[in-house]
């Protein structure tokens, strides 16, 4: 053996690089198994190409080839053009005697090659690794379910998907925020549509965090990141047949109903095909849900979501899980957060494991929503937005900070569910020997309401203040610091002289009754009768009785900047629905208190 590895060295001591690249490939053309090729030399051939500079046109030739069928796509080579071909698409690349590369281009199929600058630098650069991750992309781009036949049907399918979308974008509206490109994701009818290429599918933006309000207050949090969350619109197979078009539902010129919306043709009015398949929203990143939320996204589309596939565990271990980008789980029943802020003030945070395990309010994770009319896509965004906004609020005082035994913070507060739809925060109040509650009730990203229950407390000024800063910052710990702001000065402040202080007893034998308004925003909230204050201020009558100023410079400071009415949706699936028996939680809440 020794002898013929000595034979062999000096064999090819003197031939080149391209000899032994062509040796290797003659021998893998001819593999003993032809169903597969000699992995030994599959992976020979690729360490000698890693190492290799690409400097001439079979080089880079031969990378192209090793890239192409690491992909599964097919190969082939004219004169100075490679071809890396799918069944749905193909790409050429246009070489330079040097090896350089002068043009990529993405060919769709039955259209023409475009160019593709995306994958033209990586490959001029010689980033390989890069030009891989992107060719791999685009491969699952094309990459459609079912026969040949099947293909084409699903990839034509989805190009009428795409230019109803794109005409729903264009529609005109009018604008809820300041910020063009936050109103155009967070409001929009189809949220920001960026329109597929050949190169590039299309995807969809429909929430992001607010951000103009954390970079000018003094309020801001230190870690606060801009999330946005987005989908990309594309197919998938399905075990049930559905009937997907094969032309637009839209009707030319489209007719649009009272709400702005465009008058959308059933599928049996136009051209279509039964296909094992759907449409699919593919979340990114993936998005932990509600049973409830579920339900209703079923409700919405008409097809159902196999629960044998989702696996269900309690919300704020969902929100941690994909919140700290490891996978990691909570073992602890009770999971106790910390929420450092600026200032050196730490709020700690517990969400009792017992409260949150109900079955009704455990969760899933989503990564995709199957589809199949154009028409059904507003109202799945506006719903995904609401379970957005509700994870957004939880998010915030679930950090990776897990409090410990010798964790010193400044303040305490318990997180517990109310409903599908709301949550309270009890806390111990800064004004008085007693317990506070913040009821948090979420019926929409734009109808969010702050209810604050405690003795002596039932004023609606400052249950519009909370209100307003909790839908400007999306933050529980910066709403609850405001809260406490305004509640110490309750105990620096001097008696209201035009309202004399009362001891608790009377204040319970004098218990104002309620009343349901409705906001700006559409939201119900549950007022006090003896809220009629000056609007510049409201006072608590209790143990310790004073006036505290609510100003309207410090509300409209937060206030958005355009006000409109909400847009109705065409699609109803009632997101108030069965929760709005959280009014009765409320009463039962300051009951107790």
Known sequence: MKSIISGLHLKFAEKTWNET??????????????SKPCQPLVRSLERLQEVVTVSSLNTMRSRLEMIAKQQGMGFHINEATCYLTADLFYLEVVLLPCGGVTEVKVAPHGGFPVPSESLLQPLRSKHFADFSGKLAGLFTQYNIPGDNESKLKLFASLQCLGKDLQQISHLPRLPKDSDPQADMINNGRIGCLIAGKEDSPMKIQFYITPTDGMKTSDLQMTDTETVVQAAQVTVGVSDVTHMLQMASVIPQPPQLDAQGFPVFLTLSEVPHEALPACFLLKLQPAIPMMLSFVKKLSHITDVAIPEVDLQWAPLPKLLFRCSNGHGETLDEQDIIFTVPLPGGVRHSYILPGDAWEVPALRGTVMDSIPFTHPGRVPALLDLLRHQCAFNTLLRSCITSQCAGTGSACDLHFEVLPESETSFSVTFHRPDADSLGVLLVNICGLHQITCTLFGAGIGDASLDEYLSTVMKRFMSIPITLRTLYSKLEKITSAPLSPSRPATTEAENDRSAPSSTAVTDTNGAITTLSQSAAVPEDSFS??????????????????????IKTSPAVNPYPYDPVGVFSHWMTSSDQLSELI
């Open 540 to 561: 608590v009558s209790g143990s310790s009785c004073c006036a505290i100023s609510v100003d309207k410079s410090e509300l409209s400071e937060l206030l958005p900047e």
């Open 21 to 34: 690249f062509q040796l290797v490939r003659r021998c893998m053309d001819r593999p003993k198994d032809e």
